[in-house]
């Protein structure tokens, strides 16, 4: 069974960045479409990005122009680049599927504060 690891969360101040890896451990199906969710306290978790097969991405509008997903199908890793973070931007982030297919993993805290 895949398990997803997540990491590269971190406190970092608004203006900043991080570089989120999600890693399998074992092959994801190279036809699955890829995405990154978060969940900040008190809230749902919401989808953030996604990354089709052949390289499509869509981002939800909140992270529009400050995030770019990417995958690299041969590492089993989906990558999350986090420019210009914000407050707002404060979760846990998890990788998944899209629609869900894996067990979620463990995710990483990302917290954006002075």
């Known amino acids: 069974q895949v398990q997803l690891v997540e990491s590269g969360g971190g406190l970092v101040q608004p203006g900043g960045s991080l570089r989120l890896s999600c890693a399998a451990s074992?092959?994801?199906?190279?036809?699955?479409?890829m995405a990154w969710y978060r969940q900040a306290p008190g809230k749902q978790r919401e989808w953030v990005a996604r990354i089709s097969s052949g390289g499509s991405t869509n981002y939800a509008d909140s992270v529009k122009g400050r995030f770019t997903i990417s995958r690299d199908n041969a590492k089993n890793t989906v990558y999350l680049q986090m420019n210009s973070l914000k407050p707002e931007d404060t979760a846990v982030y998890y990788c998944n599927a899209r629609p869900i297919f894996f067990s979620w993993g463990q995710g990483t805290q990302v917290t954006v504060s002075l």
């Open positions: 074992g092959s994801i199906p190279s036809s699955y479409v």
